[in-house]
């Protein structure tokens, strides 16, 4: 009489790992991937625009929320972690993806065959480049203090005025929301796209909101250091 012996079924991070490689090994499962990290990066790009609006509210509101996420390290340092992970695996993905198409037709046409693609579908991978370097000078800057007079730890009220202040400083930041506002445009779209979620009745209305998000988020951030220089926000 024999026994049978138990199948072992797959550790679950074992089982994810597996997964994970092989999306990873083909085109289509890098821009899986390149979704899934870009819904985390744009949720992130909303709160954080969400946060900072509470500067139009007064200094006690918005230096308030700034003591909160200091006050709850667990919970900010796990955040960083994850959009460090979702950075990473986004950037990298999309990276090999325009090598892949560029190795794919090493010559360019002379006429343009696509005649729908966007000035923001074409420039996505400098765009992405554009908002990977000024996220580096952003911490810098408003979160380390660099190049800001008399910066003050966990004091936006102070320190967002006196960064706008310096006006290659605004200058910088509003050229970054621009090059934010072209990527989402069309990130936003193909996001969807990549998921499945694609049909002919709603893909001018889901390139229509893609646009009109992007704008506004593009719009909201560029508030701030406009409203530094004109004197609204001092």
Known sequence: MSVATPTKTAEPTQSSAVTLALLWQNSVGKKFLMALTGIVLFLYVIAHLLG?????????????????????????????LV??????????????????????????????????????????????????????????????????????????????????RVTWTALIYIVAMVGLGFHLWHGLYSMWQSLGFRHPRYTPGLRAAAALIATLIALGNISFPVAVLTGLVR
Do not use: C
Not at 52 to 77: T, V
Not at 88 to 114: C, E, S
């Open 83 to 164: 959009l460090l992970a979702a950075v990473l695996t986004h950037a990298t993905a999309g990276v090999i993806l325009w090598l892949d198409k560029g190795r794919a037709r090493p010559v360019a046409y002379q006429t343009p065959g696509n005649v729908q693609s966007t000035v923001a579908s074409r420039t996505m991978i400098w765009s992405g480049l554009v908002i990977l370097l000024f996220v580096v000078f952003h911490v810098a800057n408003l979160t380390l203090g660099a190049g800001i007079p008399g910066f003050q730890d966990v004091k936006p009220s102070v320190n967002v005025p006196a960064a706008f």
């Open 52 to 80: 900072n609006l509470q500067i139009y509210m007064g200094s006690e509101k918005i230096d308030a929320y700034a003591r909160f996420l200091h006050a709850n390290q667990g919970m900010l340092w796990f955040a960083r």
